[in-house]
């Protein structure tokens, strides 16, 4: 045997094993959602069983009053057979009708349990997982996991999930009233089983794809919307209405033609089983009435057995419809447990070491990074930031300034070497700790749905509403912010709408004064402004950086001014050291950018 076919083999056994580990750990998640409802589920089980029996025992009981009620009544006047099969029967029809209503709805309760969990879950994951995460997951990928996703799931719970269980359990009943009423016409339903069976086979294979193809243009469709929405500027900054357009035209005709897919199958489908079931019946009904003239078969008996074998096909089209409903929920299932699967590459410390009163001492020991398997970005970064020292990062871009910003976060963590705040090892301190003393407010200065206030408090959950106007205060917000339409309870807009992007800096800087971090860290915080909105934040930036050891990254030379040491980097290293007044005098990079920037300004 070759090599090639051997390879060929090797990626086979590979993806089975991989399709095996999905489906299992689709199995588990949906096991772990289950296992509080056992209880409930036992209930439901026992509902649909009396359900079931109520919807069979119907037509048993009209085949029994035929052979054994009418007869006494037409010949001795008797009315009390008629009368007993009566009232049972409207006994079973009231038995079946609430069992089945008390079903759907413990049903459905239990299925809006387990989404209710589920959402929960999902959206616990997507704010657990590192920043690493978030940048190669599209937000539109999360978004698909959270909408049509776990839409798929709640329609396969709330309906299809009823359905099929009761369709199951009825077509066992049926069958076997069918065999204890008559064994004979339990042979000619067993023989119309066969192709029944083997049509609902090729409809679930079929189905199988072409769901997978639907769910997987779906997704691409919500991942195109959000994208586009999300960069709308740049749509229209640059004129791709059109391009945009026919793409997510594109899109939009993949997802109706794999629609069609599944809808010309279930036209095969449904009318192949409704051909199968009216054959049967049509048989059943010939061979039953000879029986009859023969004298081997009652006439009641003929009847219930005809109104049981046209019964029994429609659930096996409800089976057949359910596997839609399946094989969508099963693909979402797959995609949901993949992202909860997910495990953060920055990890909790499983015993914390202490972090009391944070001084802001920042230690980079022998650091080297690169992202996930890609190129270096830190080949060897030794460096000391003494407590209360602000330091400038300044250099092309590319030159590490940022990576360097998410070690000392610890968004990211070091490939080798390490990094100490006031002499702990980030990763042995607990997120909460490290999230208090160590703070980034970066060039979006995000601003969430709700007011000013709520947007301020961010920084410090549960202040007062002194410490928030003092906050504000400190950072020179305060005076626009009372001239705002109703001052700090004002609602600002999906990212912060009704300021100015100035405004929104001095917000971003008052909650960062809130939490009152020992490590402040400035990742071209002054970059989207104009020159007049920098100068409306130089005020509130030289108060928030005051007593705090400070790391600002900035192009801007105006903003490094303020800084007590400059490091410039290129290609992840530190190239020059020093006061900004040694810098020029030494007249290196440092020199050579603030001449540009100067010339810039003329």
């Known amino acids: 045997m070759s090599h090639s076919a051997t390879d060929n083999e090797d990626q086979i056994e590979l993806g089975r094993d991989e399709n095996k580990a999905i489906r299992q750990r689709s199995l588990r998640l949906l096991g772990s959602l289950l296992s509080p409802h056992k209880k409930a589920l036992a209930i439901a089980a026992g509902l649909v069983m009396l359900s079931s029996l109520g919807q069979v025992a119907g037509p048993w009981l009209v085949g029994w009053t035929i052979d054994n009620a009418l007869m006494p009544l037409m010949e001795d006047g008797d009315t009390g057979p008629l009368t007993f099969s009566g009232l049972t029967y409207l006994a079973a029809a009231v038995i079946g009708g609430l069992a089945a209503g008390a079903y759907i709805r ?83 339903l067993a023989l119309a089983f066969i192709p029944s069976f083997f049509l609902t086979r090729w409809f679930q294979k079929k189905s199988q794809l072409f769901y997978r193809e639907q769910r997987t243009a779906s997704a691409r469709l919500i991942v195109k919307f959000v994208e586009t929405m999300t960069g709308m500027r740049a749509v229209q900054a ?221 920084g410090k959950p549960g202040a007062t509403d002194e410490e928030i106007v003092a906050a504000a205060q400190a950072v020179g917000a305060h005076e626009f912010i009372l001239k705002m339409p109703e001052g700090y309870d004002t609602e600002v807009n999906k990212r912060g709408g009704r300021v100015s992007a100035g405004q929104k800096q001095l917000l971003s800087f008052a909650r960062a004064f809130l939490a009152d971090p020992a490590v402040l860290v400035l990742d071209e915080a002054t970059a989207s402004l104009d020159l007049p909105g920098e100068r409306i934040v130089q005020h509130g930036l030289q108060t928030l950086l005051a007593d705090r050891t400070a790391i600002i990254i900035a192009h801007r030379l105006s903003t490094v001014a303020i800084a007590d040491r400059v490091l410039v980097m290129a290609h992840g290293e530190v190239t020059e050291d020093g006061t900004p007044e040694e810098l020029l005098a030494a007249g290196g990079t440092f020199a050579d950018l603030n001449q540009a920037w100067e010339d810039s300004l003329v």
């Open 106 to 188: 413990q049903a459905a309760r239990i299925a809006q349990g387990v989404m209710y969990d589920l959402r929960r879950r999902v959206f616990r994951q997507t704010q657990r997982l590192s920043l690493e995460f978030h940048e190669k997951y599209t937000s539109g990928r999360v978004i698909s996991r959270q909408t049509s996703d776990m839409e798929a799931l709640r329609e396969l719970l709330d309906g299809g999930l009823t359905g099929v269980i009761s369709s199951m359990f009825l077509m066992v009943f049926i069958a076997g009233t069918i065999v204890f009423t008559d064994l004979g016409s339990a042979g000619i």
């Open 238 to 458: 640059f004129r791709r209405e059109s391009t945009t357009e026919r793409d997510f035209g594109n899109l939009s005709n993949s997802y109706r033609e794999a629609f069609l897919k599944v809808f010309s199958i279930n036209g095969r489908f449904q009318p192949g089983l409704v051909v199968i079931g009216n054959l049967t019946v049509v048989v059943a009904l010939a061979v039953g009435a000879w029986r009859v003239i023969e004298g081997d078969l009652g006439a009641g008996t003929l009847v219930a057995v005809l109104l049981l074998v046209k019964r029994f096909f429609q659930p096996i089209q409800q089976i057949g419809m359910f596997y839609n409903s399946f094989q969508s929920a099963t693909a979402a299932l797959e995609k949901v447990s993949g992202l909860l699967a997910e495990e953060p590459t920055v990890v909790e410390p499983k015993n914390p070491a202490p972090l009391e009163n944070p001084r802001g001492d920042l230690r980079l020991s022998s650091v080297k990074f690169r992202y996930g398997s890609g190129p270096v970005v830190l080949p060897h970064m030794d460096l000391h930031i003494p407590a209360g020292q602000t330091v400038a990062l300044v250099g092309t871009t590319g030159a590490g300034k940022s990576t360097l910003a998410k070690l000392v976060t610890r968004f990211y963590d070091a490939s080798e070497g390490t990094i100490s705040l006031d002499g702990v090892d980030l990763r042995e301190i607990s997120t909460d700790d490290l999230r208090n003393a160590v703070v980034m407010v970066t060039q979006e200065a995000y601003l969430f749905s709700g007011s000013v206030r709520e947007n301020i408090a961010l």
